[in-house]
């Protein structure tokens, strides 16, 4: 029997349609319910690839016993974080600010009958259990809540009322404080605080990539010449890539390690992930020349391509569980694989082996995870490659959450352009993606944050939404001189100031939650500093002071947060960096900047721009002049670092 989310298009609604909980998707039936019947609310958040969020699904909403006590006492709603991230951030916020910590997905939050919360958790187990974060079991807790509310529990409604207040409270930063290069000084030695010297990375277990503050130290390096941020950039870049994380096998990262080696992943691959890890692998060997950064970036591309798309369009995540268990598609035996190989006549197997880091006793749960343990893949492990891509095709792939994404799709399209000024065939890649993601998310005038692949979008676009579009058709126009780019961008942009700019600060959304955005870069980088990023760009190329002017409104209104904590700002400091430094703009005729695209790409001053004019040389120039005019492509450098 299927409960009322048999009729959504979310993959992860669709996931809970038969649970024996009387779910009900997020809109004005569900409260309207709780309130006519004086019953609490209980609002649980995840997503389709969440591994936690299945065992939950497994553990507790299959359970009779606690779907019988959430229909006799809540009205249940089930919300994909993913299709509605302003309402995951609010109650993000919310976890925060009830438990003094971040929360994390699945998401459980208590409400009472008029939507004010008053408990958040994350999973629950059925029964209490000693050590468990929430401290009783969901069945305990769930008779109690029932109870409480039913009796109109006086200190129950008294705690929502006074959580309510808090949230309701708009927050204004500290004054302004002078932007200065100096933040950057703060930044390392945070960094070098966080840094893991070992394996790389800014913490020890459970290790997350932090792209953001990668491709800040990459900037830093460029502008600064700083060794230590070449250091802990490259190390972290050269660990994560000898396997685990990283898959060697088909390609893609993998959303996070359990350990500190990379070597144990939690085997779910999120596109946003695997979108700013390709173009950090891209720009990291355009500056450091290691092929093997290029072999990384391009993996990811051909991975997404040939397992996570369709018609041109990105799907947005794939799951870490197949066959009922974690990585099941992912792992091999010792026997498989030294059997595979025994039959193609390979020599040397145990030498191979060893260098895969294949053992008897395996590395993750009695078996194997692909690992190059000294960093160094066997000689012919392309040959190799190919048949552990056949053992895997025996086995059930893990679940695809076929939803298009605007924010994320134009995260990887960005990526495509920055690969394709290195290989071309990556460009019309882009080219084409960009073309079917604008025919499927903006029409009518509209845009939309997300829909089921082949479905009529539904909902509304976000500011991240806007921001990393605005994003990706810069980086097209850079990349191909096709000026319809820039004025979609820039299109898109005034739509962002319109809807969510409000002197200095921005709002996430401005629907039913108008939530404030993040500077913050958290799962990604901050739509904020994107915003900042597209903005900066339009004041140059348009010669518009206006963009430029809003992008300094946004920094100044974050300033004192920016000088105090930058590491947990990477994309906004380098934002401000780029504010006090300055954009560089190169001018050419469109066959001198297409046939250099490669050298263009290579130069080591990281604010540059591309525009197409009708100059025979290429013509070097700021925000207000020009520098100088030259034939050689090795001169623009030179020019760059003398402009200053």
């Known amino acids: 029997m299927s409960n009322r989310l048999e009729k959504e298009d979310s993959p992860y609604l669709q996931q809970h349609k038969n649970n024996p909980v009387d779910w009900f998707p997020w809109g004005d039936e569900a409260f309207a319910k709780a309130k006519k019947e004086n019953k609490a609310i209980f609002i649980s958040i995840g997503y389709s690839s969440c591994h936690w969020c299945h065992v939950m699904e497994e553990k507790v909403f299959e359970n009779k016993k606690c779907a019988d006590i959430l229909n006799e006492s809540f009205v249940c709603i089930k ?27 699945p998401t459980s939050i208590f409400c009472t009958p008029e939507n004010k919360p008053f408990f958040a958790g994350t999973y629950i187990p059925p029964e209490s259990r000693e050590g468990s974060i929430e401290g009783m079991g969901f069945i305990e807790l769930t008779k109690l809540i029932g109870m409480k509310v039913s009796q109109n529990d006086e200190q129950l ?17 500290k004054e302004a404080t002078v932007l200065s290069e100096d933040f950057r000084k703060n930044f390392m030695l945070q960094v070098k605080n966080n840094y893991e010297t070992k394996n ?41 890539k000898k396997g685990g994380m990283y898959d060697l096998v088909d390609g893609g990262f ?37 092929e093997s950064y290029l072999n990384i970036s391009k993996e990811i591309a051909d991975f997404w391509y040939n397992f996570m798309s369709e018609d041109n369009l990105f799907y947005s995540a794939s799951d870490a569980d197949s066959e009922g268990e974690e990585g099941t598609y992912f792992i091999y035996t010792y026997d498989e694989v030294f059997r595979t190989l025994e039959e193609n006549n390979f020599e040397n197997i145990e030498s191979i082996l060893a260098q895969m880091d294949v053992t008897k006793t395996g590395n993750f749960e009695g078996k194997n995870i692909i690992r190059f343990e000294n960093g160094k893949a066997p000689k012919n492990f392309a040959d190799i490659k190919i048949l552990l891509q056949q053992l895997r095709a025996s086995k059930e792939y893990p679940f695809i959450d076929k939803k298009v994404q605007t924010s994320w799709s134009a995260m990887m399209i960005k990526a495509l352009f920055t690969l394709g000024d290195i290989d071309a065939k990556y460009k019309q890649k882009a080219i084409q993606s960009i073309d079917a993601l604008l025919k499927t998310m903006y029409i009518d005038g509209k845009l939309y944050h997300t829909t089921l692949i082949h479905k009529q979008p539904k909902i509304e676009a976000f500011l991240e939404d806007y921001a ?45 939650f108008q939530t404030k955005a993040d500077i913050a870069d958290n799962t990604y980088t901050s739509s904020v500093s994107i915003m900042v990023d597209a903005l900066n760009s339009l004041a140059i190329l348009l010669e518009d002071e206006k963009y430029a002017h809003f992008a300094f409104l946004t920094l100044e209104y974050n300033s004192h947060e920016l000088g105090r904590r930058p590491v947990v700002y990477p994309c906004m400091l380098k934002e401000m960096i780029r504010h006090l430094k300055g954009d560089r703009i190169i001018k050419s005729n469109a066959y001198n900047l297409s046939n250099n695209a490669y050298e263009l790409s290579k130069l080591n001053y990281p604010f540059i721009h591309k525009k197409v004019t009708k100059n025979k040389d290429f013509l070097v120039c700021g925000d207000k002049s020009c520098f100088a005019n030259t034939d050689n492509i090795l001169a623009i450098d030179d020019i760059i670092k003398n402009s200053f």
């Not at 959303?255 to 085997?267: A, I, L, M, Q, T």
Request: include cysteine; charge should be negative.
């Open 79 to 105: 919300v994909d974080r993913e299709e509605r991230p302003d309402i995951d951030k609010h109650y993000q916020e919310v976890h925060m600010l009830l438990n003094r910590r971040s929360g994390g997905w």
């Open 254 to 290: 993998c959303r996070y390690s359990v350990d500190g080696e990379w070597k144990v992943p939690h085997f779910e691959k999120m596109l946003y992930d695997n979108a700013l890890l390709c173009e950090l692998y891209a720009k990291s060997y355009l500056t450091y020349e290691d």
């Open 157 to 173: 409604y008294k705690n929502a009322d006074e959580i309510q207040k808090f949230l309701n409270q708009n927050e204004h930063p």
């Open 468 to 512: 990393f579009l605005a994003q990706a058709l810069i980086g097209g126009y850079n990349s191909t001189g096709e000026e319809l780019y820039l004025i979609q961008a820039q299109r898109f942009a005034n739509i962002a100031l319109e809807k969510f700019f409000l002197k200095g600060s921005w709002n996430f959304s401005d629907g039913e």
């Open 200 to 240: 790389g990375g800014f913490s020890t277990s459970p290790k997350f990539p932090h792209a953001s503050t990668l491709s800040t130290l990459l900037v830093i390096d460029k502008l600064y010449d700083d060794k230590a941020a070449k250091a802990m950039l490259t190390h972290t870049l050269n660990s994560m």
